[in-house]
Every structure is written in structure tokens, then in C-alpha cells.
């Protein structure tokens, strides 16, 4: 990791359980951060559901992981009994997290623009920085794929 690489903009936010988050409190574990647009969508679900699954093998390299997006707490619980989750889901009901990491953008859906949550995907190294980001992310094959970026950040 070179000294150049941009330090993750800290925060903190409420989670499922009634709790909350702050990433610099995480250190000097790494942290997989996971923006998605709506909780219960297919996109979102497949994700957050592969996350899960493979949840203990990020464990296991010390990582902790998160899944952010706009969706209240209370609607992130629903969605995490639904899907049976594993992973906290915090909400970034005022954007600021999702404006500060860059997330929040303008797209078009069906003809209409709009502004919501690009799906993105970042990975911070045990002192805070950036060491990875992966945007308007496809989710076949994505949670596989910052995996491997994480052995390789771990190694």
C-alpha cells in the first residue's frame, strides 16, 4: 500500500439491532463496505444474501463487513429476517455517507433520472485507506472477487 492511497472518509451510522457503527473504531481490521440502492430488491438481495454466505471466509482473514444504503433501520431488520443476513446493514438515510464515498449519483431507469445509490463496493485496509474499489458493480461473481482482494490485501 503506497502513502498516496485516499483515507476512507470515517462515520458513523445506525445499524439492524439497534446499534451503531463507526469505521475508525473497526481498525486495524480491514472493512468491506458494500453501497447498495434498496434493500429487498433482486440485485440487492443476491448481494447481500452472497455476502452472507460467504461471510466466515472474511471473518476468517479478520474483515469485518457492511452493508450500506439509504433504507431505514427498522426496514434493514425486515429485510435481514427475510433473507436470514448475516451481515449488519447500516442505514444512510441523509446521504452523507453515500455523498462522501461518491456513491450517490444521478441514473436513469425506464426512461426517468433520478438520483439513488450506485452499487459500489469498498475495501479499507487496516489503517483507514481506500486499498480497493470496485463501482456500478455486477453481483455475479462480485463477492468472489473482493474476497480475493482481500487475501491478496491480507497476504
Same mark, same amino acid.
Given at each position: 500500500?503506497? %502513502?498516496?492511497?485516499? /483515507?476512507?472518509? %470515517? @462515520?458513523?451510522?445506525?445499524? %439492524?439491532?439497534?446499534?451503531?457503527?463507526?469505521?475508525?473504531?473497526? #481498525?486495524?481490521?480491514?472493512?468491506?463496505?458494500?453501497?447498495?440502492?434498496?434493500?429487498?430488491?433482486?440485485?440487492?438481495?443476491?448481494?447481500?444474501?452472497? @455476502?452472507?454466505? /460467504?461471510?466466515?471466509?472474511?471473518?476468517?482473514?479478520?474483515?469485518?463487513?457492511?452493508?450500506?444504503? *439509504? %433504507?431505514?433501520?427498522?426496514?434493514?431488520?425486515? @429485510?435481514?429476517?427475510?433473507?436470514?443476513?448475516?451481515?449488519?446493514?447500516?442505514?444512510?438515510?441523509?446521504?452523507?455517507?453515500?455523498?462522501?464515498?461518491?456513491?450517490? *449519483?444521478? *441514473?436513469? /431507469?425506464?426512461?426517468?433520472? @433520478? /438520483?439513488?445509490?450506485?452499487?459500489?463496493?469498498?475495501?479499507?485496509?487496516?489503517?483507514?485507506?481506500?486499498? #480497493?474499489?470496485? #463501482?456500478?458493480?455486477?453481483?455475479?461473481?462480485?463477492?468472489?472477487?473482493?474476497?480475493?482482494?482481500? *487475501?491478496?490485501?491480507?497476504?
Amino acid at each position: 500500500m503506497t %502513502d498516496s492511497a485516499q /483515507m476512507a472518509p %470515517d @462515520f458513523t451510522l445506525p445499524r %439492524d439491532g439497534d446499534d451503531n457503527v463507526t469505521l475508525s473504531t473497526l #481498525r486495524p481490521a480491514p472493512v468491506v463496505l458494500f453501497f447498495y440502492p434498496r434493500d429487498d430488491t433482486s440485485g440487492c438481495t443476491k448481494e447481500a444474501i452472497g @455476502f452472507t454466505e /460467504m461471510h466466515g471466509e472474511f471473518q476468517a482473514l479478520g474483515a469485518h463487513v457492511m452493508g450500506i444504503s *439509504k %433504507d431505514t433501520v427498522a426496514k434493514h431488520e425486515k @429485510f435481514r429476517d427475510k433473507h436470514s443476513l448475516g451481515i449488519p446493514l447500516l442505514s444512510d438515510a441523509e446521504d452523507e455517507v453515500c455523498e462522501a464515498f461518491g456513491v450517490f *449519483k444521478e *441514473k436513469k /431507469m425506464y426512461g426517468k433520472t @433520478f /438520483m439513488g445509490i450506485e452499487r459500489s463496493t469498498f475495501l479499507i485496509d487496516g489503517e483507514g485507506r481506500i486499498a #480497493r474499489e470496485w #463501482r456500478k458493480v455486477k453481483v455475479p461473481g462480485h463477492v468472489e472477487e473482493v474476497l480475493q482482494a482481500l *487475501k491478496d490485501l491480507t497476504a
